[in-house]
Nanobody, 114 residues
């Protein structure tokens, strides 16, 4: 099982970023998928989740209205559209197969700074 996130970078507050995550080695469209993040010195934090066919999504309160999770099962790819980013969104972002982030892949760094 592999989950490879990409798309991170350095952005200014208020800008946008789209993260992608390709999943391989498992039947992608059978699983809920999750984005989690870890800021320096902090524990892993759940950010968002999406049901197997995308019909249900949930968000951390602090990102609600700014982030959008989606998936393309034909491409085995999970996305996180991040709009109006804030400095507190700075973290290493991972896609995962569980809410706690234990079954996560390689992350992608998002840094929000002016």
């Amino acid at each position: 099982v592999q989950l490879q996130a990409s798309g991170g970078g350095l952005v200014r507050p208020g800008e946008s970023l789209r993260l992608s995550c390709v999943g391989t080695g498992f039947t992608f469209d059978r699983y809920w998928l999750y984005w989690v993040r870890q800021a320096p010195g902090k524990e892993i934090e759940w950010v968002s989740e999406i049901s197997a066919f995308g019909g249900t999504t949930n968000y951390l309160d602090s990102v609600k209205g700014r982030f959008t999770i989606s998936r393309d099962n034909a491409k085995n790819t999970l996305y996180l559209q991040m709009d109006n980013v804030k400095p507190e969104d700075t973290a290493l972002y991972y896609c995962a197969r569980d809410r706690g982030g234990h079954l996560r892949g390689q992350g992608t760094q998002v840094t929000v700074s002016s």
